[in-house]
């Protein structure tokens, strides 16, 4: 019986079969997660959004700031025959070559609180007739005008009040893309890992399986066991050879996706398990609070009302009378000289009032105004019952991550019990008083009991990540989350 203690111990202190080679890279959880997040398509595509969103920005900004534009016709030239009406009434083609060139300097600024805008232009024209060799210069020193449009829609306004929620909005999702990112690589990790605890697993059954039957051979021989337990070991023997093909497959996929996404080369990788987040501790009315602070549907609640408030102003703005006034008033001459146009200049002035007014559109004007506000209440609505979704998922996601710090103790303690109660079950079998059948039990549930610990820490990190996406909190570092 000592010879036999003596060879089983020797066999099972066997290393494992299909050890990693030294040349593998070493990764822990925040490492594949800083990887994901530099070198990922997702990473990539969310920088190249957030940049598209940035310079939308800036050409909406630009629509306040003064505009100065440079406009001409140089040179104008033209060689063709015109239609002359002659004295008696008939008429002749005769052929014209002339050059007729313009250059034209305007700003304008906008009103964000009128909605009107206020003008300026310097103007030069210079014509040449080559045929009778005449030149005339003609020109506008400069004017000054305002447009005003009266009783409409005030779009600088109503867009200066929507687009820095967008923008606000935009920065915040891109935050939200880099946490689900963090969220997709956990997975990513968590599904290799599982794989290589599992092939692991499925390599040391094996080995265990070889040497119990090694051992059963020898007991076999004193007649200590029946031919039926030596059987049913080299059953296992097989089974265990064929968990250990699956699992090697298990890992190469999930290998190839964890590179695929991460960006990693060609490499060999060993995952470190994670520590237990059995520590950190989440309240609920916090992650509300900072949830609704920096969530991009937050910003996102706040915008769809004001875009539903500003259609209804929109529809009202384009019913009833339509009209805008343009006032102008400035200096111009022509002159056979080019100083001749800016010598004495004569005034110009201009003051007109353009109206449209609808007198029979059967009801269009009402129904735009009616479809505007059911439109609003509708938004009210919506958004109202978004926020209490927005809430309860929330809480709910709180709720599960503080339960699953209970079971991730429960498992890991599960998976300690069930390690020494397979150890105790080897000697038992060695000794024989334990039954093929009851090792086996041992067997299984050691495995599981892994598995189950590891699906634990899968869990409790998946939840931290989903509540770090959820609010955009730091909960370890006690901070908001920024990509600046």
Do not use: H
């Not at 039957?213 to 004193?222: G, N, P, S, T, Y």
């Not at 996601?397 to 105790?424: P, R, W, Y």
């Not at 000794?431 to 590891?454: H, M, P, V």
Request: charged share 25%.
């Amino acid at each position: 019986m000592r010879l036999l203690v003596f060879i089983f111990i020797v066999l099972f202190s066997v290393p494992a079969i299909g050890r990693q080679s030294g040349d593998t890279l070493r990764l822990t959880l925040q490492e594949v997660i800083k990887m994901a997040k530099e070198k990922s398509i997702p990473a990539r595509q969310a920088s190249t959004t957030k940049e598209t969103k940035f310079w939308e920005w800036r050409t909406f900004r630009s629509n306040y700031q003064p505009q100065l534009t440079l406009t001409g016709i140089l040179p104008g030239y033209s060689k063709t025959f015109a239609e002359v009406l002659q004295p008696n009434g008939t008429v002749d083609f005769q052929p014209v070559r002339n050059n007729n060139s313009l250059v034209n300097l305007s700003f304008s600024q906008s009103i964000t609180a009128t909605g009107g805008s206020v003008f300026g232009t310097t103007e030069i024209q210079r014509f040449d007739d080559f045929d009778r060799n005449n030149v005339l210069y003609n020109g506008v020193p400069y004017a000054l005008g305002y447009s005003q449009p009266l009783f409409g829609f005030n779009k600088l306004k109503w867009d200066q009040k929507v687009e820095p929620l967008r923008f606000r909005e935009s920065k915040q999702e891109y935050f939200e893309s880099m946490e689900q990112i963090a969220i997709n690589a956990s997975s990513y990790f968590f599904d290799l890992l599982l794989a290589q605890v599992n092939l692991n697993i499925a390599e040391t059954n094996y080995s265990n399986t070889e040497n119990i039957l090694k051992v059963a051979d020898l007991k076999f021989q004193l007649g200590k066991i029946t031919r039926n337990e030596i059987l049913q070991l080299k059953l296992e023997k097989l089974k265990s050879q064929k968990a250990v093909g699956i699992a090697k497959r298990d890992v190469e996929v999930a290998t190839l996706n964890l590179r695929s996404y991460t960006g990693l080369g060609d490499t060999g990788i060993i995952l470190a398990p994670p520590k237990c987040r059995i520590d950190t501790k989440i309240d609920a009315e916090k992650a509300l609070l900072e949830a609704y602070a920096n969530r991009s549907d937050a910003i996102g609640f706040a915008r769809r009302i004001a875009e539903a408030k500003r259609d209804v102003a929109k529809a009202k703005g384009e019913t009833g009378i339509n009209a805008t006034l343009t006032a102008r008033l400035g200096f111009s001459k022509s002159s056979p000289t080019f100083a001749g146009v800016y010598r004495s200049p004569q005034n110009q002035q201009l003051l007109q009032v353009e109206l449209s007014i609808p007198i029979l559109d059967w009801g269009r004007s009402l129904s735009k105004s009616r479809t505007a506000k059911a439109n609003l209440q509708l938004s009210e609505y919506s958004v109202e019952q978004d926020k209490q979704s927005f809430s309860q998922e929330i809480s709910t996601e709180v709720a599960l991550f503080n339960m699953m710090k209970d079971q991730l103790v429960l498992s890991a303690e599960a998976d300690s019990i069930a390690s020494d109660k397979f150890l105790i079950a080897k000697e038992r079998y060695l000794l024989g008083n334990l039954s093929i059948t009851d090792l086996s039990i041992a067997f299984q549930e050691k495995d599981q009991a892994k598995r189950d610990y590891i699906s634990a820490l899968r869990d409790s990190w998946g939840a931290f990540f989903k509540l770090r996406y959820l609010s955009l909190y730091d909960f370890d570092k006690q901070q908001k989350i920024t990509y600046e």
